[in-house]
Every structure is written in C-alpha cells, then in structure tokens.
C-alpha cells in the first residue's frame, strides 16, 4: 500500500510518500506566499493553497489513499456552488479580531471556556468567521440566499477536492464553536460569534470516507483529515494517557494525551482539545499547549542577518546566554500558553555593548526553550506526564537547541530520526494501521540543571507583557 500525506502547513505544503515497506520518500515542497495586509493581519490566498495541494497529488503515481493535515485554526470562507473562495484565509496567527474580543463579558467568556473549553482569542476560528460574515459584503449576499460556506482550510479544500463539505472532530474543537463534550456545534456559540450555523460543515470522524480526488484520470480516496498537531502526536506514537511531544515548527505546540473524556485546565492556560477520532471508535482527547513564535523567530533573526547558515548556530564559544543574563523573549506574535497575553511583545533583555550576533541567536535559541519548558511545566501540573518527551519539526535537527531544552526541562529528550512525524502520523491514520519505519532515535540526557533560569526567565516575561495597546 503505498499513501501519500499532505502536510499542508502555514509556510508550505509538502506532499510524502509512505509505502507498507517503510520505504518513505518527499514528493514535493512547495512555499506559499504570507500576506500581510495590516499590522496584526495574516492571511494566505486559498487558490494557491489548492492549486499546491492538487499540484502535490498530480506530482505522484500509485496513490492508494491519500490523508491530509491541516493548520487547524485557519479558516475562510466560499461559494457553496462554485466552490471559489471569497475570503483569503484568515491564518491562525492574525488577531484582527482580538479588539472584538476584549469587548465580550465575563459570563461571555466563562461561557465559551465552559462549551468549547477555548480561552477568548484571536487564534480560533469563531471570531475570524464572524469578522467575514460581517465584514466581507459577498459574504452576506450568499447567506441571504443560503450559498454561504464558513470553515477552517480542511473542509474547503475538501470540498474543492471531492465535493464533501465535512469537517472532522479535531478540526471543528479549534474554533470555539463546538461543544467538546458532544462534539457538535453549539448553537449559542455560534449566536455569540455571529457565525451561521447553517453555513458551517458537517463534524465527522478523522479517518473515513472522504471522497475522491480526481488526478491524472485516477480517482484517489482521501481517507484521513486531522489537524497537523494532532497528526504529529498520533505519529510520534503518543496513544497513551501521559504521553507528549512538542512539534517545532513556526510555533512550537506540545501536546499530551488524556485519554477518552476531555479535561479542561482553566488555571493552567492549557487547551482541552480532541486528539482524534478514528472510525466507530470514541474520540481521544489531549491537552495541548502552544508557543506562537519558534522557527518563525529563527527565521526572523535570519532575514535580521544575524546568521547565514543553520550550521553556524549549533555550537556557541560562549557559555549559556541566560546565565551572562542575556534573554530573548519570542512574542513575536504574542505569548501563548500559560498566559494567553497577545499584547506581549518580543523582548531582548541584558543586551550590553559587547553583545554580539551570535549571543543573540544563542538567546533566541534558548528563550523558545524556556517558553517549551513553561508550557510542560503547566502540563505536568495537571496531569503527570511520562519522562521523556519526544520532539520534532525544524528545531530537533540543533543540537544546541536540543540539548538545552533538556537541561531546562531536567527530562531526557528523544528526537526520532525522521523529522517528518507529522506526515507519517497523518499516512498512519489514512492507512487505519501503523506503517513500517526506521525506530532510530537521538537522545538528549540533562548535563546540567538548568531549571532555575526558568524563575528569570519569568521576569523577562512580565516585562514583555502587555506592551501592545
């Protein structure tokens, strides 16, 4: 059996090919544009996400089944008849929506905790659907005549796809607009956000019948939908209450298993999320917990020509940044997990005149460490987390990086030899069986406790917060 997996990411869709041999191979990668309109604004073009997803299928022979991994927060809105969007997507990093937000009321707000167990901001999909609705005139002339479709990526390009304008659960518990102990959408939230539910897709399970995709004369099945961080942790081989892993990407998001009923941690920050949900069985549940800005700061500070090459900033002459007193807070975009505070800004602190552009992307390194190990710290404060925790994406591959979130977190730290665990997590479920692969892993032990730094680390962190109006 051979199934290709679409990682369809915010920076690039890439498109890989997992055979039952456990011969794996990248089909393509293909960049596409961010859009950036208005200070805090972040948006893709849908036609150039869909046009890479079919290019990525047309690239490749032999497809048995096909399973795709979405953004998980990204949404926009289309023409149910034509299919043409209306809207660009609306990334998961924008916060257009946050003044509109702030705006809603206590019991407001306690009661979108207590239905979807979502924390108000601007990272979900309700507020970002109603902004469309109320803000983007083709929008509202397709509802009066009942042709408007709202939803996250996974359904439009479903329905672009196959003509199935179905959702899965994983998905549809990021918006805010499901109740996560029916797996349904409520229809007060939906009243609160001004979201139609009408206009909203069908909730199913990850794996399933998703249609066909029409492909060279071929008629591919896509048999898994889920988004790309639930996808990492079912293929980082997390099944398990307790089991984690973080994925480094353009943020970095841990996420942990809690089993078959969802837990909510209002104190700790952490999001009640569902896992997955695989065919006529119940759905798994997770608390997941998330770092907006991680190798979108390294590629940042790259653009900023503090370093040229990714070889350049695995070793550093000089000892540990934080302990010469040199932080680097990454609210870039804000600050997530625990403290959902999209007013904090990115933050240097302890800069001197001898402060060089290596210390620089040395602190850079460490301080998306410090915001990972804030955020495992709140996890195991909740439910009591297994020793070591499995890491991937771009950041796995720095050895500097790797071995100072170690020390910081005082666990060992396990990177898998593929880096691509969010594609073969999202094959594995398209397959509905495990498929063969290489188990060689690197480990990382602590070499030194380094968990003290995390207490000035927090003072860097009130001093980023709250600094946006």
């Not at 929008?139 to 329905?159: M, P, S, V, Y």
Request: charged residues 20%; proline residues 3%.
């Amino acid at each position: 059996m051979a199934i290709l997996a679409i990682d369809q990411g915010t920076t690039s869709t890439r498109a890989l090919l997992f055979e039952s041999s456990g011969r794996q191979r990248t089909v393509k990668t293909l960049e596409h544009k961010q859009l950036y309109p208005h200070a805090g604004w972040v948006e893709h073009d849908p036609d150039e996400l869909i046009a890479n997803i079919q290019y990525c299928i047309d690239s490749c022979e032999g497809i048995d089944a096909i399973g795709i991994d979405n953004q998980g927060e990204s949404c926009l809105a289309w023409d149910a008849d034509s299919k043409q969007a209306i809207s660009p997507v609306i990334v998961w990093q924008d916060n257009r929506t946050q003044h509109m937000l702030d705006k809603l009321t206590e019991s407001q707000q306690q009661r979108v905790l207590d239905i979807s167990g979502l924390p108000l901001d601007s990272y979900f999909s309700a507020a970002k659907l109603g902004w469309i609705v109320n803000n983007i005139p083709a929008a509202k002339e397709l509802l009066q005549r009942g042709k408007l479709r709202l939803g996250t990526t996974d359904a439009f390009f479903l329905d672009r796809l196959t003509g199935h304008f179905v959702t899965d659960i994983s998905t549809a518990s990021r918006t805010s607009l499901m109740n996560l102990k029916t797996g349904h959408w409520d229809k007060e939230l939906c009243l609160l956000f001004g979201v139609p539910m009408e206009a909203l897709p069908e909730i199913v399970a990850t794996t399933g019948h998703f249609g066909f995709v029409e492909s060279k004369g071929r008629r591919i099945p896509i048999t898994a939908s889920v988004v790309d961080q639930q996808a990492a942790l079912y293929g980082h081989g997390c099944m398990n209450k307790g089991e984690s892993k973080i994925t480094f990407g353009t943020g970095a998001f841990a996420l942990v298993v809690t089993g078959d009923t969802p837990q909510q941690s209002t104190n700790q920050g952490l999001l009640p999320t569902v896992a997955w949900q695989l065919t006529g069985q119940k759905a798994v549940y997770a608390l997941d917990g998330g770092v907006f800005s991680a190798g979108s700061a390294i590629n940042w500070a790259r653009s900023l020509g503090l370093f040229k090459s990714y070889n350049q900033i695995q070793h550093f002459k000089n000892s540990c940044a934080m302990e010469r007193d040199l932080a680097f807070v990454p609210a870039l975009s804000g600050l997530g997990c625990p403290y959902w505070d999209r007013t904090a800004a990115g933050l240097w602190i302890g800069l001197s005149l001898d402060t060089q552009p290596t210390d620089l992307i040395q602190s850079i390194l460490e301080g998306i460490a410090l915001r990972a190990a804030e955020v495992i710290a709140s996890m195991n404060e909740f439910t009591s987390i297994k020793g070591e925790i499995s890491i991937d994406g771009g950041l796995s591959n720095n050895r500097y990086f790797c071995q100072f979130l170690a020390d910081v977190l005082n666990r060992q730290v396990i990177v898998q030899t593929s880096t691509e665990l969010t594609a073969y997590g999202t094959a594995c479920l398209a397959a509905g069986e495990p498929i063969k692969q290489s188990s060689k892993t690197k480990r990382y032990s602590p070499q030194a406790d380094r968990q003290i730094l995390r207490i000035k680390f927090k003072e860097a962190i009130t001093r980023s917060a709250k600094w946006r109006n």
